[in-house]
């Protein structure tokens, strides 16, 4: 079962179980935050799960009039199709073959022959002829057409405050519903990511819900032409009911909160290790709080993004601009984050996760519209 820390005391202990200094343990204790795991367990029917209830996967509850969420074409659309279409045009398979070649050439040189065999007899395996990524183009040219969203989770905000505390700035009625660009899957470090992403507040009377039937573009195949050995992209994911529970979690290497403690390096790396024998996978669906970041500090790239900086090139983290936003990064916050489920049929780039952040003056005018979404994987 996962680990859930119920309070800072019982994260203080386990540091220091875990040979962590007392004085290190104590401050990242101190800093931890509450948040809400979100327990899944799939359900062979979804009239199991109650109207407005917290679920992942399945179909939204959302009020009888509301349409399906769709977002509308990406302003940068054709900037993103020529960024793919370099990025196809690098591994071609006339190059990757003739990379192949090379490198078979230089282990040849240093291996000894019956090893070099081996190697060579695998390599073999690998026919670069079938590697066509050419859909990859296809699908980065659909973002200049408007298309709808895939429905991810939705979160009854009274079931949170009963099962715990999370912050204070978060709505205590309705429920948070997430929509997301299934099809393109944005990363989050453009600033028109946002398109393709939607969180809805909403505060309809569960009465006066419907379970929404899936837009018929989502049902069908999103790609024609796809080769075999490619993933292909779920847009409907299968339902799972939620049980909520109650934790407490100390912030992630790297983020403001973390800097904040000034560790050393020489006690960071058993910080570290205590961290990945706590988290194994370094998953889980959960709400409010720290996340389990996979990368790099998400609440600096939020408020560089959310300003206009692409950070698809690393100079732009460290340029006068970015200097000048950095001190807002704390004021960005963990909604949701969701992770790659076998079980629902949600798989995140390589077993990542989707964060869900937004600013605090935007929760606290309840702009839900203007969170953003970061997908980092492993």
């Known amino acids: 079962m996962q680990r859930v820390f119920k309070t800072a005391a019982e994260i203080d202990s386990s540091l220091r179980a875990a040979g962590v200094r007392a ?16 327990e899944t367990t799939p359900v ?27 977002r509308p074409p990406y302003p940068d659309h054709e900037e993103r199709v020529e960024e ?4 196809v045009d690098l591994f071609n398979s006339r190059d990757m073959a003739a990379q192949q070649a090379e490198t078979l050439e230089e282990f040849r040189k240093q291996l000894p022959s019956e090893e070099f065999e081996v190697f060579a007899a695998e390599s073999a395996k690998v026919d670069y002829s079938k590697y066509n990524l050419d859909f990859l183009v296809e699908d980065a040219r659909r973002t200049g057409e408007p298309a709808p969203l895939g429905f991810i989770a939705q979160v009854d905000l009274a079931e949170v405050w ?18 997301y660009d299934t099809g393109h899957r944005p990363g989050g470090y453009k600033p028109a990511d946002i398109t393709g992403a939607r969180l809805i507040h909403d505060l309809t009377p569960i009465d006066s819900l419907k379970r929404a039937i899936p837009s018929a573009e989502l049902a069908a195949p999103e790609q024609k032409v796809r ?13 799972q009911r939620c049980v909520l529970h109650a934790g407490m979690w100390p912030p992630h290497f790297g983020s403001p ?24 996978d370094g998953h889980d669906h959960r709400f409010g709080g720290y996340p389990l970041q996979l990368q790099g500090d998400m609440q600096t790239e939020c408020a560089l ?9 690393s100079t732009k983290w460290n340029s006068k601009a970015a200097k000048r936003l950095k001190p807002d990064a704390p004021n960005w916050l963990l909604l949701m984050q969701i992770t790659s489920d076998k079980r629902a049929g949600m798989m995140w780039g390589d077993v990542g996760n989707l964060y869900v952040w937004i600013h605090r003056d935007a929760l606290r005018a309840r702009r839900f519209e203007e969170a953003r979404v970061i997908l980092q994987c492993c």
């Open 162 to 179: 009963r099962t715990g505390p999370v912050d204070p700035d978060i709505p205590h009625q309705g429920r948070l519903l997430f929509f």
């Open 227 to 239: 080769p075999a050995h490619a993933a292909a992209s779920r847009s409907h994911f299968r339902a």
């Open 257 to 280: 909160d973390w800097d904040a403690c000034e560790i050393k390096a020489k006690a960071e790396k058993t910080v570290q290790n205590w961290w990945y024998e706590v988290t194994r």
């Open 305 to 313: 993004v959310s300003k206009g900086l692409d950070l698809g090139g």
């Open 44 to 70: 062979d029917d979804e009239a199991e799960i109650a109207l407005g209830a917290t679920k992942i996967g399945g179909a939204p509850d959302l009020p009888a009039t509301m349409p399906w969420p769709w």
């Open 23 to 38: 004085a290190v343990a104590t401050v990242l204790a101190a800093r931890a935050k509450p948040y809400i795991w979100l």
């Open 84 to 87: 793919t279409q370099a990025g």
